[in-house]
T-cell receptor, first 111, second 116 residues
């Protein structure tokens, strides 16, 4: 079964800095991938998803992710973060209708 | 807001008791999945219900059971509660039919369960 690893447990940034969060899935073939975000006190929300096509996927709130098949990676990026991007970010892969999540990365943006 | 609702928001139970958590799907969705999120971890898949039948199950014991109703709402039941069952329980609804692994799951706010 697919599994997901997220390399960074906690990232601390200043506003306007660029953000990149790593995500790797365990094996190849056709994969469908997601990034979800959990803002403090809120529910898990979909940021973006990749099913097929252009490997550079744009999501909400200025986020994007790049699917690199050769590296089994689906890294999340944002060129310039804001204080409101403080949240926990989860990468996930879907297989047999089941989402498998990484452990999450807590992002703290300092004003 | 996703349109997925869960009740109750918080619950405190003692070890050995039974609990029922409820979920209402987003309008137009036909599938409900349940996840357990322990503190500091990513959500773990418990099971999924489609057409009122269990469609897949994660690595959880049989004391975790569920139901899906004709209106696509769902219940998660946990018997013989253990301390390790303390977690945030998330419900996600989706529309199955676009093709294998093509569904997008939308999450509710969760029920936080504390077992003492």
């Amino acid at each position: 079964a697919q599994s997901v690893s997220q390399h960074n447990h906690h990232v601390i940034l200043s506003e306007a800095a660029s953000l990149e969060l790593g995500c790797n899935y365990s094996y190849g073939g056709t994969v469908n991938l997601f990034w979800y975000v959990q803002y403090p006190g809120q529910h898990l929300q979909l940021l973006l998803k990749y099913f097929s096509g252009d490997p550079l996927v744009k999501g909400i709130k200025g986020f994007e992710a790049e699917f690199i098949k050769s590296k089994f990676s689906f890294n999340l990026r944002k060129p310039s973060v804001q204080w409101s991007d403080t949240a926990e970010y989860f990468c996930a892969v879907i297989e047999d209708y089941k989402l498998s999540f990484g452990a999450g990365t807590t992002v703290t943006v300092r004003a | 807001e996703t349109g997925v609702t869960q009740s109750p928001t918080h619950l405190i139970k003692t070890r050995g008791q039974q609990v029922t958590l409820r979920c209402s799907s987003q309008s137009g969705h036909n599938t409900v999945s349940w996840y357990q999120q322990a503190l500091g971890q990513g959500p773990q898949f418990i099971f999924q219900y489609y057409r009122e039948e269990e469609n897949g199950r994660g690595n959880f014991p049989p004391r975790f059971s569920g139901l899906q109703f004709p209106n696509y709402s769902s219940e998660l039941n946990v018997n013989a509660l253990e301390l390790d069952d303390s977690a945030l329980y998330l419900c996600a609804s989706s529309l199955v039919g676009a093709g294998p692994n093509q569904e997008t799951q939308y999450f509710g706010p969760g029920t936080r369960l504390l077992v003492l």
